[in-house]
């Protein structure tokens, strides 16, 4: 089936360390993004890409690093300059042109300690 | 970038028809109201968009004034699997930036 997957659905890493979130797409889908979610909050863009080997920040990319290799694959770390890591993050794809709706993974939550 | 505004909560009798409001009185004239609900813990899930025509599908309708300062999203026959956050989102421009507000918590209730 077609679908965007996140991996793993729970995480959790002592702080100071680094970790790595995997996003994983099957729907030649040129665009992907990367988005956090507090609770009771709304999504805020972290970083985005809309080709391979180029990526934009997004409003709160400080802490953040992507790379974006293949079109099927776009991983977030999540480093220990990041003061509040513990966060519910969510990768979405859409196609890069048109108006189409941005699809989801199941997100994977992280905690740190 | 333009903003979005929703109530924080609404309740919905199982079976009756629930009206989401969404006020976006800064929409720029090339953005798109799409909206997206997400069950607690899960990816969030496309339900429509529109431009300025109303539009219908399987899932629900969306009523977009004339103006376009405002939109409704409605979900003729509520059921309990409806419960979820609503979110009401403007499509910014060719970047393909989702802005997100919070979003309303609807609760459908037998």
């Known amino acids: 089936d077609g679908g965007i997957t996140q991996s793993p659905k729970y995480l959790f890493r002592k702080e100071g360390q680094n970790v790595t979130l995997s996003c994983e797409q099957n729907?030649?889908?040129?665009?992907m993004y990367w988005y956090r979610q507090d609770p009771g909050q709304g999504l805020r863009l972290i970083y985005y890409?809309?080709?391979?080997?180029?990526?934009q920040k997004g409003d709160i990319a400080e802490g953040y690093s992507v790379s974006r290799e293949k079109k099927e694959s776009f991983p977030l770390t999540v480093t220990s300059a990041q003061k509040n890591p513990t966060a519910f993050y969510l990768c979405?794809?859409?196609?890069?042109?048109?108006?189409?709706?941005?699809?989801f993974g199941q997100g994977t939550r992280l905690t740190v300690v | 970038d333009a903003k979005t505004t929703q109530p924080p909560s609404m309740d919905c009798a199982e079976g009756r028809a629930a009206n989401l409001p969404c006020n976006h009185s800064?929409?720029?004239?090339?953005?798109?109201v799409y909206w997206y609900r997400q069950i607690h813990s899960q990816g969030p899930q496309y339900i429509i968009h529109?431009?300025?025509?109303?539009e219908t599908n399987e899932m629900a309708s969306l009523i977009i004034t004339e103006d376009r300062k405002s939109s409704t999203l409605i979900l003729p026959h509520a059921t309990l699997r409806d419960t979820a956050v609503y979110y009401c989102?403007?499509?910014?421009?060719?970047?393909?930036?989702?802005?997100w507000g919070l979003g309303t918590s609807l609760a459908v209730n037998p």
């Open positions: 979405a794809s859409s196609p890069r042109t048109g108006n189409t709706e941005a699809f």
């Open positions: 729907l030649n889908h040129d665009a």
């Open positions: 890409s809309q080709i391979v080997n180029d990526f």
């Open positions: 800064t929409i720029s004239g090339n953005e798109y």
């Open positions: 529109g431009l300025k025509n109303n």
């Open positions: 989102v403007l499509h910014a421009g060719n970047n393909r930036k989702l802005i």
